[in-house]
């Protein structure tokens, strides 16, 4: 499981959003969002651009993936 952290979350459709995007994003699977952690963890292989771009394109700030 990889960790992403994602910034500017602020409610639970922000949740829903990001969960939504990542789900979307070819390869990743298990997507789960935390918002008091600010975080997304998920399975699966992508490239780091899909999966950044997938969270810049909504709106919101992909940090690093861990």
Known sequence: MKT?????????KCVAS????LSEVPGL??????LEKGQATFDGEASE?????AIDK?????GAIK
């Open 49 to 53: 651009d899909a999966i950044k771009g």
């Open 4 to 12: 992403l952290e994602v910034g500017g979350m602020h409610c639970p």
């Open 18 to 21: 990001v969960t939504k995007a």
């Open 29 to 34: 699977s298990n997507v789960s969002v935390d």
């Open 58 to 62: 909504i709106g919101f700030i992909p």
